[in-house]
Nanobody, 115 residues
Framework: QVQVVESGGGLVQPGGSLRLSCAAS????????MDWYRQAPGKQRELVAT???????NYGDSVKGRFTISRDNAKNTMYLQMNSLKTEDTAVYSC?????????WGQGTQVTVSS
């Protein structure tokens, strides 16, 4: 059975940092491209960052230079290091594993940036 679980969310002050994790089981992790998405209340879901099977990364314009996506295939885990957080980064962050044949989503983790 496939499980995808995010963790690391919480409440942080503006300018602070958080590191999110996305752990997957029941899949051959290294074969999947992976994404971080976020959705704020009343807004459309937004693609935050992407990492491919060979480690190539891409970022949304709103997080470039502040967020870093990475993966550890030995631990079946993907990360999102978020620095210089802003109030507008407040959202539920979800990870997605995708291959040409299937897609798996986690349940999401809440990130709240507030003073």
């Amino acid at each position: 059975q496939v499980q995808v679980v995010e963790s690391g969310g919480g409440l942080v002050q503006p300018g602070g940092s958080l590191r999110l994790s996305c752990a997957a089981s029941g899949v051959t992790f290294s074969r999947y491209n992976m994404d971080w998405y976020r959705q704020a209340p009343g807004k459309q879901r937004e693609l935050v960052a992407t990492i491919t099977t060979d480690g190539t990364t891409n970022y949304g314009d709103s997080v470039k230079g502040r967020f870093t996506i990475s993966r550890d295939n030995a631990k079946n885990t993907m990360y999102l290091q978020m620095n210089s957080l802003k109030t507008e980064d407040t959202a539920v962050y979800s990870c997605k594993l995708r291959s040409p044949y299937t897609t798996y989503w986690g349940q999401g983790t809440q990130v709240t940036v507030s003073s």
